[in-house]
């Protein structure tokens, strides 16, 4: 079992960037492939970011390629980040970190990832 408990949403204007953290307790991971949803309102939640083990690329939604980097701290493997650049209004959501198996690596579908935090809002004004 993984508790995951993002935070650093909040309230910025377009242009701007922010820096979201998701902590792991209980388990780390080195088992496991951790990412980024996101969902707007009114909308169905959407595959943002995830990242590999070791040298495997990061995978990215179309969206957010070239603003968003997702990366992981290495050293204790128990903390995961997105930095968002340019932000626009569309990029509005509460952000989701999650977790899947590491044979699931390029799966992108919200189904596949098994343990989920409670996510943190970023409002973005035009």
């Known amino acids: 079992q993984v508790h995951l408990v993002e935070s650093g949403g909040g309230f910025v204007q377009a242009g701007d960037s922010v820096r979201l953290s998701c902590v792991a307790s209980?388990?780390?991971?080195?088992?496991?492939?951790p990412g980024w949803f996101r969902q707007a309102p009114g909308k169905e939640r959407e595959f943002v970011a995830v990242i590999g083990w070791r040298d495997a690329s990061p995978l990215y939604a179309d969206s957010v390629k070239g603003r968003f980097t997702i990366s992981r701290d290495d050293a204790n493997n128990t903390v995961v980040y997105l930095q968002m650049t340019n932000l626009n209004p569309e990029d509005t959501a509460l952000y989701y970190c999650a977790t899947t198996s590491l044979s699931k690596f390029g799966k992108t579908s919200s189904r596949d990832f098994g343990y989920w935090g409670q996510g943190t809002q970023v409002t973005v004004a035009s």
């Open positions: 209980g388990r780390t991971f080195s088992d496991s492939l």
